[in-house]
C-alpha cells in the first residue's frame, strides 16, 4: 500500500468517526451565567473575569443546557481536582461543542496526546518530549530574535499598528511552521485552521466536517512531500516513529500534527497579545519594563496567570454525584485554567496584575498528565517577542480601546489590537 493509500484511507475513516453525535445547536444572549453559561457568547470573548468572578461566590460548578449539557468548576481546587482526575474525567474531546466523538476513539483520541487518556497517552506525550526541552528550544531564540525584528522593521514609519495582526500572530505561525517543516508563507492558512478548529465549533455538521477536511487535506500535502523529500524536523520525525515497535496509525500522525499547528499558534500569539494589551493601558508597568528589563521573566508569569489564554474540556465518564452537583455520563466540564489563575483563595489580590508578583503557582498551562508540552517553547517566544517589542517601541497605547477585539471560545486573546506607536 503506498503512502498515500494508507493515509488517505485512515484520514477519511476517522475524520467521520470523530465527529460523533450531533446535539441540539443553542445560541444566543445567556439568560443566567450559573445555569446557561456559554463561553461562545460576545459578553464572555469581551471580559469573562467578572463572571468567572461572580459565579465562584454565587454558584462554584456552574451548568449549562448547552452543547448537549455541560458544568463550569470556577474555584481553583475543583479545577484542579478535575485536570489530575483521569479516572472520572475523559480527554477523548477537548473542545467542548455539539458534537461528542464516538467512545471507541478513546484512549487515542483524533488529536494525541492532548485527546489521549491513560495508558495510551504516556507513551504518545513521551514520543514528543525530546522536540520541546528547554535545550532544544535555546537553538531557535536567535532565529526568533531575528524575525521578531524584521517584524518591526516593516512596522516603521506607521503610526498605528495592530499588534494582534500584524506581530504577535506571526512569531508563532514562524516558529511552529520552521519546527515542522511547513512552508513559512503559509502563515494565512494556519490562521484559518485555528479559527476553525477553535472558533467554529457552533457551526452545522457540515461546515464543520468541511472545515476539518480542510485542514487534514493540507496536512497530507505536508505529509507526502516529507515521505519524498525525509528531513530534520518534527514531521518526518513522526512519519518515521515507532510506538510498541509500530510506525504510528496515518490518524496519529496527521492528529498530533494538527494539535501542534493549533495548539502551537493560538496559545501564544493570545499571550502575547494580552500581555501588550496590558502594557499599552498601563503606562506605569510598561515604563518599569523598559527600565528594568530584567524584570521581564517574572513579569511574564504574571501575564501568564491574569490573561491566561487556555481553557480545555474534558467529558465526564459515569453517572456521579460531584463536588455537590450530579455530573452525567458524557457531560461537558470546561477546565477553565484562567479561573483558576484568578481564584482569591489561591493568589493575593487576585484580581490585580502585579508584575514582580514574588510566588506566582500558575496553573495557565494545565495541571497533572496533560500539562504543556509546549511550556519552555512558549515563554521563549512571550520573552523574545516582548523584549524586542520593549526595545524597539518603548511607547505604545492603546489607539482605541473600543476596537480591542478578543477571540471567542476556548484560547482566549486578542485578535484585533490598535496600538498608537508613532
Ligand atoms: C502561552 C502559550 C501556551 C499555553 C498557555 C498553553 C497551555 C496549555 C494547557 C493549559 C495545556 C493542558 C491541556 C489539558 O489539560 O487538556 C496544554 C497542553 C499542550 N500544549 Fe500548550 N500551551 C501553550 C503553548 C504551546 C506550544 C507553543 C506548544 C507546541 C508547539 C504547545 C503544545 C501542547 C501540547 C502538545 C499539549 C498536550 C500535552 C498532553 O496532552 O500531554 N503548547 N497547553
Known amino acids: 500500500m503506498t503512502v498515500d493509500d494508507r493515509f488517505v484511507r485512515d484520514f477519511r475513516e476517522t475524520q467521520e468517526e470523530q465527529l460523533g453525535t450531533p446535539t441540539e445547536i443553542i445560541t444566543g444572549p445567556v439568560s ?3 445555569t446557561d453559561f456559554s463561553h461562545l457568547e460576545p459578553e464572555w470573548a469581551a471580559d469573562p473575569y467578572p463572571i468567572l468572578d461572580d ?23 475543583d479545577i484542579a481536582a478535575v485536570a489530575y482526575d483521569t479516572e472520572r474525567f ?10 461528542r466523538p464516538p467512545k471507541e476513539l478513546a484512549p487515542v483520541g483524533a488529536v494525541p496526546p492532548i485527546s489521549s487518556d491513560p495508558p495510551f497517552h504516556h507513551d504518545a506525550r513521551k514520543l514528543l518530549l525530546p522536540a520541546f526541552t528547554k ?30 495582526r500584524d506581530y504577535a500572530q506571526h512569531i508563532p505561525m514562524r516558529v511552529i511552521a520552521d519546527m515542522m517543516g511547513f512552508p513559512p508563507e503559509d502563515g494565512p492558512r494556519f490562521r484559518q485552521f485555528v479559527e476553525n478548529a477553535l472558533e467554529g465549533v457552533n457551526l452545522p455538521l457540515e461546515e464543520r466536517m468541511a472545515h476539518s477536511a480542510e485542514l487534514f487535506d493540507y496536512l497530507l500535502e505536508q505529509i507526502r512531500d516529507h515521505v519524498a523529500n525525509p528531513r530534520d524536523d518534527l514531521t518526518t520525525y513522526l512519519i518515521d516513529a515507532e510506538l510498541h515497535g509500530r510506525k504510528l496509525e496515518p490518524s496519529h500522525v496527521a492528529g498530533t500534527l494538527a494539535l501542534l499547528l ?30 528594568e528589563p530584567e524584570l521581564l521573566p517574572t513579569a511574564i508569569e504574571e501575564f501568564l496567570r491574569a490573561y491566561a489564554p487556555v481553557t480545555m474540556a474534558r467529558l465526564v465518564k459515569q453517572d456521579m454525584h460531584w463536588r455537590g452537583v450530579d455530573m452525567k455520563a458524557e457531560d461537558w466540564v470546561l477546565l477553565s485554567f484562567p479561573a483558576a489563575n484568578r481564584d482569591p483563595a489561591q493568589f493575593d489580590r487576585a484580581d490585580e496584575v502585579i508584575i514582580d508578583r514574588e510566588i506566582n503557582r500558575h496553573v495557565a498551562f494545565g495541571l497533572g498528565i496533560h500539562r504543556c508540552v509546549g511550556s519552555h517553547l512558549a515563554r521563549m517566544e ?14 505604545f497605547s492603546l489607539a482605541d480601546p473600543s476596537a480591542v477585539k478578543w477571540a471567542v471560545g476556548q484560547v482566549r486573546g486578542p485578535r484585533t489590537l490598535p496600538l498608537r506607536i508613532g
Request: proline share 4%; charged share 25%; aromatic share 8%.
Open 55 to 77: 459565579l465562584r461566590v454565587r454558584c462554584p460548578i456552574a451548568h449549562t443546557d448547552r452543547f448537549g449539557g455541560g458544568w463550569l468548576p470556577t474555584r481553583y481546587e
Open 90 to 99: 475523559s480527554s477523548r474531546a477537548i473542545i467542548m461543542g455539539n458534537y
Open 32 to 34: 443566567d451565567w450559573a
Open 262 to 291: 493549533i495548539a502551537g499558534i493560538d496559545t501564544t500569539w493570545s499571550a502575547i497579545g494580552a500581555s501588550l494589551w496590558h502594557l499599552a493601558k498601563t503606562p506605569a508597568d510598561r515604563e518599569r519594563l523598559v527600565a
Open 382 to 395: 512571550l520573552r523574545v517577542a516582548l523584549e524586542v517589542w520593549l526595545e524597539r517601541v518603548p511607547v
Open 135 to 164: 535545550k532544544e528550544v535555546a537553538k531557535r531564540e536567535e532565529a526568533t530574535r531575528a524575525f521578531c525584528h524584521s517584524l518591526i522593521d516593516s512596522l516603521e514609519g506607521l503610526e498605528v499598528v495592530d499588534a494582534a
